[in-house]
């Protein structure tokens, strides 16, 4: 269902509160407290807790819930602000394009619903199917931003293609405790239509019996993706060390960064074959010659010398598991960097999302026949995000004619605070907006209160910030239609006397 993507959406509350939410600080969340929540559920314990730390209260003695409803419609809504934050980095004409009119807009929409008064006296039961419905809209938001940057990317000097390649990593982290957050309510909720996968739950894993799992899929996928038999994708062998220690992490989690990497690695052993028997460059077409006769003969040669197999081993470090995964072909460049999702060909996928853009609707991406939820997490930095999210880290050498090695690191200590962009970060994000608007004033008053307040944003500079932003992405002609139709009394209510300011000066 599309509905106006100009009209309402930021008349629904006070412009104040919603200005609120761009000075306000994330609740950091930790593995430990996910599990905690997964044995509360299963003991059908629905007390609802809060988590925000309060030295006046002393509640020492409970386990904090960060999956009931009152959590979410106030955490949520934050970290939704902060992704406008990150967005405001962007030039006017950036900020100005559709797809990124279309996020902010969606993540606008989301805040007010969650904010909206009458959601407090919903049902469980709509609550959970209204999570649902973010969750999903949410990952569909990540892949439009990564399309929308990935196209600037093209035309932008090497300057400015780093600069869009943290902003990426810095969305994707956020978007990430976003999704952590959904995903967790509809596990522990009893009115989820979704069967229960017990494998995006933490808990104590074996990383061996996961790593075995994301490998074979990994060749069944590329096989398929080829039309050829299994037999004939590179083969992985799994080492062990013994007495390997426990870990208390999310099995999905750890499945889909091993599975991404080993998609990578076969990726790239193949296309380095073939590069290897038809002296070629590789390029897109070169595909269609990795399974002919003659190939898959000197392939089978190949591929029994013992240096030529990619070898997986898993080890303990002094704080961390450890996976170190050797291939005897460098990766491809382009896999390392930002881009758009793609399948194993290096196809674009979710790309029905892009005709799905209105210059003036909002669509729920509800009906969508890609599992975006799916696609968005694909990819190397993806896969980097996934890692260092909880503390760990995963990283690659990979040198021409020497090959390649990927080592992720995951710390085994699930009290460690998820990783977030720093309030440096954050604040500094808004300036740009302020300086491309002319706010020199703001940028001063907002500069002095950063000093003097140990990084923390003033409500003021605030409202000055998200004003600017809500300018930036407004569209003229809209602007001028709405403020035509609304009576005089919605106006009065509605628009505020800085809004209207830089409504006329927009306008004059």
């Not at 190949?302 to 291939?327: A, E, V």
């Not at 600017?468 to 002609?477: T, V």
Request: glycine letters at 4%; hydrophobic letters at 35%.
């Amino acid at each position: 269902m599309a509905t106006p993507l100009q009209s309402q959406i930021i008349n629904v509350l006070p412009r104040r509160l919603l200005a609120s939410l761009w000075a306000s600080q994330e609740t950091r969340l930790s593995l430990s407290q996910f599990s905690n929540i997964s044995s509360t559920f299963n003991n059908n314990n629905n007390n609802r807790l809060n988590i925000k730390n309060n030295n006046n209260n002393n509640h020492g003695n409970k386990k904090p819930s960060v999956t009931t409803q009152s959590f979410l419609c106030e955490e949520l809504p934050i970290r939704y602000s902060h992704i406008l934050r990150l967005l405001s980095t962007l030039t006017p004409d950036q900020l100005q394009t559709p797809m990124i009119r279309h996020v902010a807009h969606r993540y606008l929409h989301d805040m007010c619903t969650l904010l909206h008064p009458s959601l407090q006296t919903t049902s469980d039961h709509a609550f959970t199917d209204l999570i649902r419905k973010l969750r999903t809209r949410q990952a569909a938001s990540l892949i439009r931003i990564r399309y929308a940057l990935y196209q600037q990317q093209q035309q932008q000097q090497q300057h400015n293609h780093n600069n869009h390649t943290i902003l990426l990593d810095h969305i994707n982290t956020v978007g990430l405790g976003i999704q952590f957050l959904t995903d967790q309510h509809l596990l522990g909720s009893s009115f989820s239509k979704e069967q229960t996968n017990e494998q995006e739950r933490v808990q104590t894993i074996q990383p061996v019996a996961i790593a075995m799992q994301a490998v074979q899929d990994a060749r069944q996928l590329m096989a398929s993706c080829l039309g050829q038999k299994e037999h004939h994708i590179p083969t992985i062998s799994i080492q062990e060390q013994p007495n390997l220690s426990s870990l208390e992490f999310i099995p999905q989690v750890l499945y889909r960064m091993l599975f991404e990497s080993t998609l990578l690695t076969l990726r790239a052993r193949l296309l380095d074959q073939q590069q290897g028997f038809n002296k070629t460059s590789t390029s897109s077409s070169s595909w269609r010659h990795v399974f002919n006769p003659t190939t898959l003969f000197n392939q089978q040669k190949l591929l029994s010398q013992q240096h030529n197999k990619i070898h997986m081993d898993i080890f303990n470090g002094p704080t961390s598991i450890g996976f170190r995964l050797t291939s005897p072909s460098p990766l491809l460049p382009n896999d390392l960097n930002p881009d758009i999702p793609r399948d194993p060909l290096g196809i674009p996928t979710c790309a029905s999302l892009l005709s799905r853009t209105e210059p003036n609707r909002l669509q729920d991406d509800l009906d969508l026949h890609e599992d975006v939820e799916w696609h968005v997490w694909s990819g190397w930095r993806a896969a980097k995000a996934l890692a260092s999210h909880w503390g760990g880290n995963l990283d690659v050498v990979s040198v021409q004619g020497l090959g390649s090695t990927l080592y992720l690191a995951l710390d085994r200590d699930p009290s460690l605070l998820e990783r977030y962009p720093s309030k440096r970060t954050l604040n500094w994000s808004a300036y740009h907006l302020l300086h491309h608007h002319r706010r020199m004033a703001a940028i001063a008053a907002a500069n002095n209160h950063h000093h003097q307040n140990n990084g923390q944003l003033s409500l003021q500079a605030a409202q000055d910030q998200f004003n600017a932003f809500l300018n930036a992405i407004s569209s003229e002609s809209n602007t001028m239609n709405d403020n035509m139709i609304l009576r005089r009394d919605d106006a009065y209510h509605n628009v505020s006397l800085s809004a209207a300011v830089a409504a006329a000066v927009a306008h004059g």
